[in-house]
C-alpha cells in the first residue's frame, strides 16, 4: 500500500499569511493526487487533482507544486473561509490512501 | 445539480449488518464511477470500496474486505454498502463519493451518514 504523510500536522496562521502544506507518497504516485479542503461538519471538497489542476471555481490562490512523491500545496494568502483541515489522497493504486490531515488555525 | 444523498446509517450491534444507500440525482450515474468513503469521530478520512460504472470491478480496503459489499443499480440510480459483521471500528461517518476516473477524482461527496457500532 502506498503511505500518503503530510506534514504539518497542524498550523497556526493569520489572515493574509502564505500558508505551504506538505504531502509525500512512499512510492511515485505519477501525479495522481488530490488535495480536498474539509470544514467542520461538512463533507470533503475537492480542490485540486492530477497533482496541479485545480477544480471548477477554487480560486487561484491555491497551488501545487511537486511531482513524483513530493507535494506541495501552498495557499498564497490565507483567508477566513479558507481555515480548515485539508488532506490529500492518492488515486493511483488500490486501496487509495489518505494523508493524515493538516488542520490550519487562526493566530 | 449534482447531488448524493446517503441513508441507511444508524446503531448497530457488533456483529450485526446495516445496509447503507446514496441515491444519485443531477447526472448520468451510470456513466460514473463511485467510491465509498469513511471518517471516524474525529479522524481523517479512510477510503473504504470502489465500484467501477457497470459494477464490474469491485475494490474494497482491508480493513473491510470480506465484511462489506459495494454494489449499484444503474436503473435506480443508487449506490449500495452492505456492512455485515460489524466491528466498534466502523464507526464512522460514511460518504458516497463520484469519480470521473483520473479527469476528475472524486469530484462530488455526499453529506454523508452516520454509522454507530455499539452495544
Known amino acids: 500500500d502506498i503511505q500518503m504523510t503530510q506534514s504539518p500536522s497542524s498550523l497556526s496562521a493569520s489572515v493574509g499569511d502564505r500558508v505551504t502544506i506538505t504531502c509525500r507518497a512512499s512510492?511515485?504516485?505519477?501525479?495522481?493526487l488530490v488535495w480536498f479542503q474539509q470544514k467542520p461538519g461538512k463533507a470533503p471538497k475537492s480542490l485540486i487533482y492530477?497533482?496541479?489542476s485545480l477544480q471548477g471555481g477554487v480560486p487561484s490562490k491555491f497551488s501545487v507544486s511537486g511531482s513524483g512523491t513530493d507535494f506541495t500545496l501552498t495557499i498564497s494568502s490565507l483567508q477566513p473561509e479558507d481555515f480548515a483541515t485539508y488532506y490529500c489522497?492518492?488515486?493511483?493504486?488500490?486501496?487509495?490512501?489518505f494523508g493524515g490531515g493538516t488542520r490550519v488555525e487562526i493566530k | 445539480e449534482v447531488q448524493l444523498v446517503e441513508s441507511g446509517g444508524g446503531l448497530g450491534q457488533p456483529g450485526g449488518s446495516l445496509r447503507l444507500s446514496c441515491a444519485a440525482s443531477?447526472?448520468?450515474?451510470?456513466?460514473?464511477?463511485m467510491n465509498w468513503v469513511r471518517q471516524a469521530p474525529g479522524k481523517g478520512l479512510e477510503w473504504v470500496s470502489y465500484?467501477?460504472?457497470?459494477?464490474?470491478?469491485?475494490y474494497y480496503a482491508d480493513s473491510v474486505k470480506g465484511r462489506f459489499t459495494s454494489s449499484r443499480d444503474n436503473a435506480k440510480n443508487s449506490l449500495y454498502l452492505q456492512m455485515n459483521s460489524l466491528r466498534v471500528e466502523d464507526t464512522a461517518v460514511y460518504y458516497c463519493?463520484?469519480?470521473?476516473?483520473?479527469?476528475?477524482?472524486?469530484?462530488?461527496w455526499g453529506q454523508g451518514t452516520l454509522v454507530i457500532v455499539s452495544s
Open positions: 492530477a497533482a496541479s
Open positions: 443531477g447526472f448520468n450515474f451510470s456513466s460514473y464511477e
Open positions: 512510492q511515485d504516485i505519477n501525479n495522481f
Open positions: 463519493v463520484r469519480d470521473a476516473g483520473v479527469l476528475l477524482p472524486f469530484d462530488y
Open positions: 465500484i467501477s460504472s457497470s459494477g464490474g470491478n469491485i
Open positions: 489522497q492518492q488515486y493511483s493504486n488500490y486501496p487509495l490512501t
